[in-house]
């Protein structure tokens, strides 16, 4: 009866034993290599299903719309971050990091036009990328060049040739105001606008320019020993008074000598700034006119810039070339003519000025 037994539980353990091995092995048989592929494939587009969706997602513009167009400004010296965050944060576009290899597909953040850009409703980054490539504001936009040197008086009238409805606005005066007040701060450049644009905003435009081109010079002018006023004030002059970047150098240094010695800086042009006179122009009551920047009466610098100089007068008067002159002139060929003597000056007047 025991020896029975034990080969019933002999038998069993025999079967429970094949059965463990005959199972696994019939399951790794049923797995074909379609199933292998299929499992592979699943495992490879599923993701590349999910990316392809998303990218879509934030490529097709916003759902909604806009309940006014939105005027979007961009200067010359936003980087590109900050052009497509601010676009992507006013709803325009759904990520500011494809706006941004988009615009890089494009040529970079250096092929972007400054300007300010209409937008009426959500668009794709493509069709926002394109149009900062191309310079499409989304309306007619006004061209205005303001060349070197030019003054706040003269800068209303290339404004008004251009948009002489501006005058109208309610706070035109005001802002007028404020642009005689930026005399020597606004960067003379060419700038585009909106056919409804007002002065104030042409007028922050190029301050805003002129704060980051002048950014760059804030150590040379520290080290000159002259304040960013006296700079811009000298640089003023150097662009009324001289034509070219080598001469505005000999002269700076010049001009800089007779306020030092505490001279008379004589100069005909701070006067024209006062009265519109060219230097062939002035009489003998003018240069005894009362007035602080007749600088044939005053001695320094006058109160105030007296046009908005461009980058090689401001460098003029930050970094001069030393020389030992006394007078100098411009001629009616446009030349300077420096001189040692007042006797050499006189001939040069007489020679070169009509």
């Known amino acids: 009866m025991q020896d029975q037994n034990n080969k019933s539980q002999l038998n069993q353990s025999s079967l429970k034993s094949s059965e463990l091995l005959t199972t696994p092995t019939s399951d790794v048989h049923s797995i074909t290599p379609v199933v292998i592929l299929f499992r592979i494939l699943k495992l490879i587009l599923i993701p590349i299903v999910i990316f392809i969706l998303v990218t879509i997602y934030f490529v097709l513009p916003p759902f909604g719309s806009f309940s006014k167009p939105l005027m979007i400004e ?181 001009l800089w000598r007779r306020i030092k010695n505490g001279m008379l800086l004589q100069v005909d042009s701070t006067l024209g700034y006062v009265n519109g006179k060219k230097s062939k122009d002035l009489t003998m009551s003018d240069l005894a006119m ?19 100089p461009g980058l090689d007068a401001i460098e003029a008067a930050i970094s001069p070339t030393p020389n030992d002159f006394v007078f100098f002139l411009t001629g009616d060929d446009g030349k300077t003519y420096f001189s040692k003597t007042y006797a050499e000056h006189l001939k040069f007047k007489r020679l070169y000025i009509r």
Request: net charge neutral; glycine share 6%.
């Open 74 to 254: 961009i200067t010359s010296g936003d980087s590109l971050k900050t052009i497509s965050t601010e676009i992507r944060d006013v709803g325009v576009i759904r990520s500011a990091d494809l706006l941004r290899l988009m615009i890089s597909i494009n040529g970079g953040q250096n092929n972007i036009k400054a300007g300010v850009y209409k937008f009426d409703k959500p668009l794709s980054v493509f069709t926002v990328a394109y149009r900062l490539s191309h310079q499409d504001y989304g309306y007619s936009p006004i061209k205005l060049t303001f060349p070197e040197g030019i003054n706040s008086s003269t800068i209303l009238s290339i404004i008004d040739s251009k948009l002489p409805d501006i005058k109208n606005s309610p706070d035109f005066e005001a802002d007028k105001s404020m642009l005689i007040s930026k005399e020597g701060y606004l960067f003379p450049d060419t700038y585009f606008f909106p056919p409804n644009v007002d002065l104030k905003t042409i007028v922050n435009r190029m301050s805003a320019e002129f704060k980051r081109k002048i950014k760059k010079y804030e150590d040379d002018i520290l080290k000159s020993g002259h304040t960013e006023s006296e700079i811009i004030i000298m640089a003023s002059i150097l662009e009324e008074e001289v034509k070219t970047a080598e001469d505005r150098r000999m002269v700076a240094d010049l």
């Open 290 to 308: 009362n007035s602080l920047y007749n600088s044939y009466k005053h001695k320094g610098l006058p109160p105030g810039p007296i046009s908005n």
